[in-house]
Structures are given as C-alpha cells and as structure tokens.
C-alpha cells in the first residue's frame, strides 16, 4: 500500500503544485515509485511544473467518462520513470480522485496529492509561505486538518529567503513551527528561477532533504540560512544592506 500524503493550504499560490512536483522529483530519484494527483480541476498545472507541459495525456476526466483506465490518467515522467502525475483537470464528481487512487495506488510507493482527496491521506501537510498572511492562513489551515481528523500534521516552510531569515525579516522554518505548533517536515529556499521553469541545485538539495526525511533516512534539515554565516555570509549581509 501506498503512503498517501495530502498537501494544502488555504491561501492560494503559497507552492502547493511546486512542492508535490519538486518532492515527487527527489523521491523518484531515490527509487520510491511516486504518483502526484494534481486536484486542481480548473487548471492542473503540476504537468507545467514538472516541465511537461506541451504532453498530450489523458486526465482523469476522460477516466470519469470512462474513456480510460485510471493508470492510463497517470503520465509516466520521460525522464523520471519512477514518477508520474495525474491530472484532475475537466473533473465533474470529485470522489473520481478517489476510486482512481484506489485502483493503482498499488503500484506506487508515495502518493502525493495536491489538493485532493484529503480524507485518504496518512499524513497533512500544509504547506506555507514565510509571511504574516501566509502565517495566519496556515494557522487556520492546520488547525482545520487537525479537527477534520487528521492524525499527522506538519508544515512545509516554501520560499524562505535565507538573507531574510539572517536579516530578521521574516521568521526561521523552525521559529514558524514553534508558533504554528505544528512539526516541520521540511523548509524549501525562495528560488527565483523556479517561475520561469528552471531548479536552482540547492533547491532540488532541498527537496532531496525532504525525501530523505520522509523515506526515513539519517540526515540534517536543509538550511537556509548556511550561505550566511562565516566570512562570506558577512559579505552577502552587507551586500544585501546595500541594495
Ligand atoms: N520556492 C519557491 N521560490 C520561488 N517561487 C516559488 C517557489 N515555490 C513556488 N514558487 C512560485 O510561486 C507560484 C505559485 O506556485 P504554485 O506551486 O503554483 O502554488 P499553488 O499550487 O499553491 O497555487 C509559481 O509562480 C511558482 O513558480
Ligand atoms: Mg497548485
């Protein structure tokens, strides 16, 4: 049986989609068979993020029409074989997601859903920005998976800028955790080539931190703030002043 871990947040655009995908990519790489279910049935864009945009694929709507089967609704990453993605996107009945879960999620070691299907899941997380809206929403969020009966909760601090945190800008992933009262799974840097569709190498470092902290292997939490100490931090600091 597959662990199905649900990724949320209340308020939109917080990284959701790009750390189900940057997480799918670290645990396929490390030979876990992974399956992200992209819920968002409007515009499912976590094929855009895993750069497969241009792909022709079926959805899961075509499996609710029964135009497929739901491991044909699952595209195989080309260069990821260990990956794939399923799309949401046309979807009418939501419960669709889970009855196509159920049918394959035999096939996978890690299923990671975007927005779907929470009340399968084994683990919540909510995944939030380093910001005081941010902050505030996943507050509400979590303490909701909580009381809808969620046993594991935890949070995933994304685009965490390291010369903030070292500036006193913003909150530490650990200080957000102390606050939220909620585990932190992981905490991903800001990366600003992450729009235009390209992973800086510490990003994907990142997210390989967390793979390994889910699968269950020995190591320490990405740090954000590691550029910045030392003689060269002192220079980043005072160069960050200065701009
Ligand atoms: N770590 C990050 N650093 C910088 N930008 C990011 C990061 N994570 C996500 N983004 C950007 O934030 C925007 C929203 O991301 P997305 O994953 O679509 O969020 P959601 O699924 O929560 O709506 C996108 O433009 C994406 O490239
Ligand atoms: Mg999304």
Redesign the pocket.
Known sequence: MAEKIYFG?L????????????LGLALADSGERTLIVDG?VTAA?AMT?AGLGDYQVYTLADYEKGACRAKQAAFTHPKAQNLSIMPATGIKDLSVIKSAVKEIEGLYDYVLL??AAAESCDLAVA?TEPYIPSLKSAGAFTAALSDGGAKDVRIIV???NGGQVAAGEVLSAQQISKLLRVPLLAQ??????????RWKQS?VAAFKVAANTLTGKKCDMYDVLKGYSGFNGFIKRKLRERI
Not at 188 to 197: F, H, M, N, Q, V
């Open positions: 947040s308020k939109g655009g917080t990284g959701v989609t790009t750390v189900c995908v940057g968002d864009c993020v975007d927005k995944v994304n685009k965490l991903i840097p800001e990366d600003c080539t992450l729009p235009a569709g990003t």
